[in-house]
């Protein structure tokens, strides 16, 4: 970008300030927060699935374990918390009274949320889970590029720390 010249016609319209990229980043993060249950919903999906297909010893579907059970649990309450997040998240952007942390909070919960959701799904496919023919780690070295695009997790943090503290712990 050195030496990097632009027009002055390329100028967002109507804007001063950082007011207008930061405004475009809300949106983009919002988006993201919805995006990342989707990836979640379908890791989640395959792991279920593949529990209740896949057997071992005594001819038992995996899915009888208690800690595979374990695990496919916390996956769909995490990705019902997740969605009620996104919606109330919406709701407030709707009236107008969405702040840039609601929105921090949305992204860095939601894309955590799948991290460990596609991880989760992963270890239960075991060996399979490395392989193309199911979707869940291509989901999860995605969500790995998520979780630092857009604000990384850990700057997340630090807005939501500055709001409810009102100290910028930035630098
Ligand atoms: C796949 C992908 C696509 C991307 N697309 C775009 C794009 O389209 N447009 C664009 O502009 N950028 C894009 N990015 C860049 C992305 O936004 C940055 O990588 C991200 O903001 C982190 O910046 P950095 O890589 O320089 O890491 P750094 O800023 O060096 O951060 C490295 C680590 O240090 C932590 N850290 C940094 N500063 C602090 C601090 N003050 N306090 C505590 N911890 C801190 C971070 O949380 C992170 O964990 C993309 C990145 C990826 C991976």
């Known amino acids: 970008m050195t030496d990097c010249k632009i027009p002055a ?5 109507g804007v001063e300030g950082l007011k207008g990229p930061l405004s475009c980043l809300n949106q983009a993060r919002y988006g993201i927060g919805w995006g990342a249950i989707g990836a979640a919903m379908a890791c989640y999906d ?14 038992k579907p995996i899915a009888s374990h208690q800690l595979v059970q374990e695990k496919l649990v916390w996956m769909i309450t995490e990705i019902t918390k997740a969605q009620f997040l996104a919606l109330q998240v ?33 270890a239960i496919l075991g060996a399979n ?8 780690m291509r989901h999860m070295n995605n969500l790995e590029s998520v979780s630092t695009y857009e604000g990384t997790h850990d700057i997340h943090k630090l807005i939501i720390g500055e709001r409810i503290t009102g100290i910028p712990a930035y630098f």
């Open 9 to 13: 016609e390329n100028l967002l319209p």
């Open 46 to 59: 395959t792991a279920l699935r593949y529990a209740k297909e896949r057997k071992q010893f005594d001819n």
């Open 90 to 122: 919406g709701r407030l952007k709707d009236l107008g009274r969405v702040h840039p942390s609601h929105i921090s909070m949305l992204k860095m919960n939601n894309v955590w949320m799948a991290l460990e959701t596609a991880r989760s799904a992963r």
């Open 129 to 136: 889970g490395i392989v193309d023919d199911y979707p869940v």
